[in-house]
Structure formats: C-alpha cells, structure tokens
Nanobody, 127 residues
Framework: QVQLVESGGGSVQAGGSLRLSCVTSGNTRDHCMGWFRQAPGAEREGVAAIYNGGIGSTYYADSVKGRFTVSLDNAKNTLYLQMNSLKPEDSAIYYC????????????????????WGQGTQVTVSS
C-alpha cells in the first residue's frame, strides 16, 4: 500500500519560490508520481509527473513549463516539486499522487487515473 504525505506549502509573493516535498511509503518503483493542484471553484489539474523507473521521464503542464521542476530522491523516499517564478494563478492546494501502471506518465482528466493521493498542501501566491 502506497502512502503519500506532502509538506512545504506556504505563502509567497509573486516571483518567489517554494519547494514541495512528498514523502512516500510502500513500493513506488515503476510508478508514475505526479503533482496536481486544485484552486477554489476549479477542477483539479495536473501540474507535473515523473516516472519512477527507467530514465525517469518527466511531464509538465504547459502553464508551468520552464518554472517548475519535478524530481525524485529514492534514497529519501521523497518526491519534490521545485516551483520558481510563482504567479498568483499558481495558488491552490497541491497534491502528490501515484499511479501503479504505465510508463508514460501523462495524466488523465486531472489525475482520475492516479489511485494514491496525499492530503494536500496549500500554496498561496500574492501579487
């Protein structure tokens, strides 16, 4: 059974940076590991994902390409999301998630295909 616990959220001004962490337990090898977010009144959307195997291919939403970086440290059982050049529209609850199948970690409809979820961490970006 995979369990996920996020941390690292907070409040920051536009242009600032935050790093989110997601400590994992259970076997996540050959899983897709992803970050998703949900703003008030909005649908959940995918942000970034990484395959925990092979060459560790990464995937990003167009809205965060060049600003966010997803990475894994298997020695620490931790998934990261480095967020730079933050914008007010990045404000949301951020969730980490895992999917036990597939090697192409392109998410479906806000992560409906991901079966394991953390509790979320709030990110607020002020202008």
């Amino acid at each position: 059974q995979v369990q996920l616990v996020e941390s690292g959220g907070g409040s920051v001004q536009a242009g600032g940076s935050l790093r989110l962490s997601c400590v994992t337990s259970g076997n996540t090898r050959d899983h897709c590991m992803g970050w998703f977010r949900q703003a008030p009144g909005a649908e959940r959307e995918g942000v970034a994902a990484i395959y925990n195997g092979g060459i560790g291919s990464t995937y990003y939403a167009d809205s965060v390409k060049g600003r966010f970086t997803v990475s894994l440290d298997n020695a620490k059982n931790t998934l990261y999301l480095q967020m730079n050049s933050l914008k007010p529209e990045d404000s949301a609850i951020y969730y980490c998630a895992a999917r036990a199948w597939g090697t192409l970690c392109i998410w479906d409809e806000g992560g409906k295909d991901f079966g394991y979820w953390g509790q979320g961490t709030q990110v607020t970006v002020s202008s």
